[in-house]
């Protein structure tokens, strides 16, 4: 395909955001899932609630083993085949989960998550390839937007917990897995939609966009800003551990107080209903807004609103310590959390992108995402032990450390003059 024009060059981005938004849609409802029942099913499985922290670890080191190495096929090969590769992953994770819960077998089990992990690494890709063709003062709002797009699934996939545990008895489906059903079939409908939509690729184009400029003019090369990506990236990170330390022991924190609630004697259905909802309230925390955030990033600038995220984060750990024997409490804290992830994860995505040279940016991208993931794989093991020590509270006290250190470490991320 030719260089586009300027005009075509809009019209493809904004058919790239929303086949990208589209597939976020989809994909996100595997792992709204997976959030949901990961750590239910590792604890029923293994018998040990203090390992139920290893499902979401696992979900995170799964997309960090594969950052990398998705962001380098994506370099050479484009977008869409690193997208349906991350769809195929994720599948098989899916797979091997349903096996491993009919067998009981707690080693597959986290095989299967970390499958799944690696297809959440494509995921996170997307809302990268959303900046590919973007304008540079639209590059907030449209990278949010495919992050946006993830709230359908990721609020559906919890929701679906109640439905999907019915449909699976019907078809005799392992407990607990039910709703797995229902992410399969989005699953290859995302994989579907990258292969015949997501053209032309929006990367190989972007680099063909770039090289011919470079050929026609003889400009001076552009500066990259490596402190200003190193913050970023640390930005990201820490919200991320953050988030994923305090929302991965939510659901065992709250069986907990649902056997409190019913004297000791509550149902499999009344913990999956308590779980499901308020995880759900947390996804929908974590990208209904990112548009704003998005916006906000564009007019007010990256750094404010990665502080913005802090401030949010500070309110999540302090309701989570005050309230956290109240079921309300407890949702108002993870919402607060998710809010807090957006804002900072948005605006650290678009600061990383705009700080980095073209060249640099995918490889970057990837590292970031590769941090951000091992990160949240430490926190979600470090959470359960330092829960089983210090309670939920407990939790929330050690969290705040960590938002502490990006507050303070917030002078690093002034960019003046984006690459």
């Known amino acids: ?79 869409r085949r690193a997208l349906t590769l991350g769809n195929l992953f994720a599948l098989v994770g899916i797979g091997i989960v349903i096996l491993a819960a009919a067998m009981r077998l707690f080693p597959l089990l986290l095989v299967g998550i970390i499958l799944i992990g690696a297809g959440n690494a494509g995921n996170l890709q997307s809302r990268f390839a959303a900046t590919d063709l973007a304008q540079p003062v639209h590059r907030g709002r449209d990278l949010s937007i495919v992050v946006w797009a ?9 929701l679906l917990l109640g439905p999907g545990e ?39 184009l972007a680099q063909r966009m770039l090289a011919a400029a470079a050929a026609q003019t003889h400009t001076a090369a552009l500066r990259d800003h490596a402190g200003v990506a190193r913050y970023a990236m640390f930005a990201i990170a820490g919200a991320h551990i953050v988030m994923v330390s305090v929302m991965a022991m939510t659901p065992i924190h709250l069986s907990h107080m649902a056997h409190d609630m019913h004297g000791g004697h509550a ?114 093991v470090l959470a359960g032990v330092v829960m089983a020590n210090f309670q939920y509270s407990g939790l929330a006290v050690v969290a705040a450390v960590v938002v502490i250190a990006i507050a303070v470490a917030s002078p690093l991320g002034r960019l003046r003059t984006p690459a």
């Open 1 to 79: 395909m030719s260089v586009p024009t300027v005009q075509e060059q809009r019209a493809l981005q904004r058919r790239t955001v929303l086949v990208l938004s589209a597939g976020q849609v989809l994909g996100g409802i595997a792992f709204g899932a997976t959030v949901s029942l990961g750590a239910l099913l590792a604890a029923d499985i293994s018998g040990d609630d203090a390992l139920s922290g290893l499902a979401t670890a696992s979900v995170t080191l799964g997309a960090a083993l594969c950052a990398i190495p998705l962001a380098r096929f994506a370099s050479a090969f484009g977008r």
């Open 267 to 380: 149902s499999s259905t009344d913990i999956t209903t308590l779980v499901g909802i308020t995880i759900a309230a947390h996804v929908a925390g974590m990208y209904a807004l990112s548009p704003v955030f998005g916006i906000l990033a564009d007019r007010w600038g990256r750094l404010r609103v990665v502080l913005l995220g802090q401030v949010l984060l500070a309110a999540a750990l302090g309701f989570a310590f005050f309230t956290n024997d109240q079921a309300g409490g407890v949702m108002i804290a993870l919402i607060l959390l998710g809010l807090g992830w957006s804002a900072s994860t948005v605006a650290g995505a678009a600061l990383l992108t705009e700080a980095t040279t073209p060249e640099l940016r995918t490889r970057r991208q990837g590292r970031s995402d590769s941090l951000m993931s091992f990160c949240g794989a430490g926190g979600a």
């Open 166 to 204: 019915i449909v699976g008895q019907a078809i005799g489906m392992p407990p607990q897995t039910g709703s797995y059903l229902f992410s399969l079939v989005a699953q290859s409908a995302a994989f579907i939609l990258y292969i015949i939509a997501l053209r032309p690729d929006p990367l190989l």
């Open 150 to 158: 993830t709230t359908v699934g990721g609020v559906a996939g919890p």
